[in-house]
């Protein structure tokens, strides 16, 4: 699932779940803490959520893709490549952070190609928007579109929300 912020993609791709008891949702976002407002959306998706589905915090998306069990929510890509990119050194140039981030990415998209269940996942559109001011603005948009194209190509359904209609691509 593809779209802008506040499109309503998470909610689409919770909804064909929906008739589903055990769900494996990863939420890859980091924790909010003195944020009230990633607080509030946390809190939003949580409500969402039956009862019944497992919350899964990790960025370890090969670890989980590769496990058998449960249909996989991963919400979303946006949020996991933010942290990888963190973990990797991008933002502290690191002399090995692009290395890393290419072996994390390609790990990440290997997995998606042949998950050991059922996944679904969610990433922002970045690329329709407005450029970036900064270096490390438009780098993220940069990796980003390349990380959703990838897994775009890895994938069998790829869908566009935007103003809450889905839209299948593929």
Known sequence: MLGGARSGKSHYAESLLAGTRDVDYVACGA??????????????????RPASWTTVETLDLPGVL??????????????????????????AEESDADARLAA???ACVDAWSRPARRAIGVSNEVGSGIVPDTPSGRRFRDELG????????????????TAGLPQRLR
């Open 146 to 161: 390349i990380l959703n194209a990838r897994i775009a190509a890895a994938s069998d359904r790829v869908v566009l929300v």
């Open 104 to 106: 994390a990415v390609d």
């Open 31 to 48: 924790a909010p803490g003195d944020d009230a407002e990633w607080a509030a959306r946390i809190e939003l998706h949580r409500a969402r």
């Open 66 to 91: 590769g496990r058998s069990g449960p249909p996989v929510l991963v919400d979303c890509l946006t949020t996991w490549l933010a942290g990888v990119m963190d973990e990797c050194g991008i933002w």
